[in-house]
Nanobody
Framework: QVQLVESGGGLVQAGGSLRLSCTASGRSISNYAMGWFRQAPGKEREFAASISNGGKSTLYADAVKGRFTISRDNAKKTVYLQMNSLKPEDTAVYYC?????????????????WGQGTQVTVSS
């Protein structure tokens, strides 16, 4: 069984930065791609970023490309999302997820395990 716990969310002003972390308990994450998704109030959950098992390949949603960076430390079983130049429209609950496969994917159905989420609020 895999448990994913996100941390690092909070309140930040527009233009600011936050770094989210997602730490897995249980088995190693080194064989699996990981992703970040987000759900804004009243909206569907959407893809933000994905990283392959070894970290060499990444994929970003157009809305975050150039501002967010996904990375991972397999020894620590942790995935990060560095968020810069934050905008009020980035306000959402951010979820970490783990695939059963090793390649990057943007579809939620490709992810098997999910964390509980961490709130990010960007004020204008």
């Amino acid at each position: 069984q895999v448990q994913l716990v996100e941390s690092g969310g909070g309140l930040v002003q527009a233009g600011g930065s936050l770094r989210l972390s997602c730490t897995a308990s249980g088995r190693s994450i080194s064989n699996y791609a990981m992703g970040w998704f987000r759900q804004a109030p009243g909206k569907e959950r959407e893809f933000a970023a994905s990283i392959s098992n070894g970290g060499k390949s990444t994929l970003y949603a157009d809305a975050v490309k150039g501002r967010f960076t996904i990375s991972r430390d397999n020894a620590k079983k942790t995935v990060y999302l560095q968020m810069n130049s934050l905008k009020p429209e980035d306000t959402a609950v951010y979820y970490c997820a783990q695939r059963r496969g090793s390649s990057v994917k943007s579809s939620q159905s490709d992810y098997a395990y999910w964390g509980q989420g961490t709130q990010v609020t960007v004020s204008s």
